[in-house]
């Protein structure tokens, strides 16, 4: 009780101080998504993200070094997803490891015949289960300034995170009740499956093939286009986008998309 008093009296502190001028410059220019919010939806996120820049623990890897506007850029992404939400700014993330561009890992994969392959992976982020968020900076300032090309690293990862919240990555977030429960299983499986099949076909989808992967990431990539390609999305897969509508509270499907006059990069 008193570790929650001291937490929210913090974070009152941090809201009393003034919204950095420069700030509002990041967001405008960095993150396009911010553009197609209400006044009011624009003042919670950059409370929000107030909030996780002062509470995370942000490395910069690689030679990059840390300012204001990566970390601006980062946590508006990230503040998007929860923004309607209940939330406590991603309690399970500690710390947020950026690289300037991708990077290369350490993998490990079981083979057929129980053979384990170790060797070098190329990636471009990572979310581990009570661990870091790591990102490569290039592609989360292109996901910002590119919010209609149905990829988003930022909101990928956080999706993952989300996910995490009530165990291992399963696809699954902390939902409602039993009903909600059900009807995401069920809505989620049938959609699941038919990206698969859609893959293996080699047909073209509105949600990224590595979707198929497994339901974890399935939930992630159809986070990104739930934000990025929301109308393509309603149109193809409407039962999908209604159960995403319904858990992230929001409806980027009824954003004005014609006033965001955006160019990537």
Known sequence: MLLSWLRQRRRRQILANPFPEEWHA???RNVHHYLLLTDEERRRLRNDLQILIAEKNWEGCNGLEINEEIQVTIAAQACLLTLAIPHDYYPGTQSILVYPYGYV???TRVLSGGMVWEGDSGRLGESWQR???ILS???AYQGGRCPRDGHNLVL???AHKLDMLIGTAD???PLGDYDTYRRWKEVMGYEFERLQREAELGRPTVLDPYGATNPAEFFAVSTECFFELPRRLRGRHPEL???LQEFYQQDPAGWDWASLRSRCP
Request: aromatic content about 20%; glycine content about 14%.
């Open 241 to 243: 986008y209604g159960l």
């Open 171 to 173: 696809g699954t977030p």
């Open 131 to 133: 661990g870091p968020v």
């Open 137 to 139: 900076w290039a592609d």
């Open 105 to 107: 890992a350490k993998s």
């Open 156 to 158: 990928h990862e956080f």
């Open 26 to 28: 990041y967001l405008e």
